[in-house]
C-alpha cells in the first residue's frame, strides 16, 4: 500500500525550503510513496529582506509565541491520515518563528498531527536547542509522535554567524563577501540532507522508528555545544522580561524596541565573551551534567 509523506515547512530565504526538499528527496519518484508539501502562509506575510526595524519589531511577539492568521491548508491535507511527517521550521529568537507557532495553534494543525509520527527539521543560525524543547510541548499536546529530530546549522563560530546572519537578513544577501562567509547552513550540508531522507525512509519501511533518533545522530544530524545551550537559558530569562515589558507598555513601544536593540547587540558582543570564560573556567566541575545535558538534548524525549 502507498505510504503519504507530508511535509510542512515555512521559508522566507528557500535555505529551510532546500533542506527539507533533500530530506524528502528518498520518497520522491517513487510508486510506493507519495509526497504532499504544505508551505504554511499567512495572511499578513512578513518581509524579506527584513528592514531592520521590522526585524526587531517582531520580537515580543515572536518570543510570546502570538500568533498570526494563516491561510487553511489544501482539503489534499486535511482529509489525508499521513504515515509520517517531516515538520520544517525556523527558530525566531529562541522560539518557533510566528508562522509555525501560527500553525500550531490554529484549528487545522491537531487534526493534521495526531497519532502520527513526525521528524522535526530545521535550519538556523545556531542557537535551537531550547526552541526545539517548546515545540516538542506543542507535539505532545496534540499526540503527535516526534520520532526524529534534523537540525543543520551554522558551523561558523558565533560572533561569525551573527555578523553574516544579520547581513542576510537585512539585504538578502547570503553569499560570502569581503572577509566574511557566505551565511547560514553551508551548502554542502543543504545538498547532503538527503542522507537523512535515507536513513527515515529505511525505518517507515520496517514499520518502527524505535532506533531512529540515535542512527540520526550518529549521522550527523544534531550538534549540541554546551555554551550555546548556556546562552540560550540565560537568553530565555532575559527574553522573558522584555517581551512582557514591550507588550505590556504600548505607548512606549517604538522606544522599547529601540532599547531592546541596544541591549541585544550589547549581549552578543560584551556579555557573551564573558559568560563564555566561566563556561570555559566550570567546565571541569560541569562535565558530567553536561554529557547528560547534550545527551538529553540529542534526544527526542521531553522531561
Known sequence: MQKNILVIYYSQTGQLEDIVKNVAKPFENNEQYKVTYYNIKLKKDFPFPWPSDFFFNTFPESYLQIPSEIYPPSDEVLNTKFDLILFGYQVWY?????????????????????????????????????????LKVYLKRMNAKLVGNIALVDRHDNYTSVLTILKWLTTGKKEASGMLPAAGVSDEEINGAGKYGQ?????????????????????????????LVRMEKVGNKIFTIWSKLIINKKEKRPLLIKFFKVYLMTAIWVVSPIVLVFHLLLTPILWFKRKKQREYLQGINLK
Not at 495526531?114 to 543560525?125: A, E, F, L, N, W
Open 199 to 227: 536513513i527515515i525512509k529505511t525505518y517507515l519501511d520496517k514499520g518502527d522508528f524505535a532506533n531512529l533518533q540515535p542512527d540520526l545522530v550518529k549521522n550527523g544530524a544534531v550538534e549540541i555545544r554546551p555554551f
Open 94 to 134: 529562541l522560539t518557533p518563528s510566528i508562522p509555525v507557532i501560527s500553525f500550531l495553534k490554529s484549528g487545522f494543525a491537531e487534526n493534521i498531527l495526531k497519532d502520527t509520527p513526525i521528524v522535526t527539521i530545521s535550519g538556523t543560525r545556531n542557537m535551537w536547542m531550547l526552541s526545539q524543547e517548546k
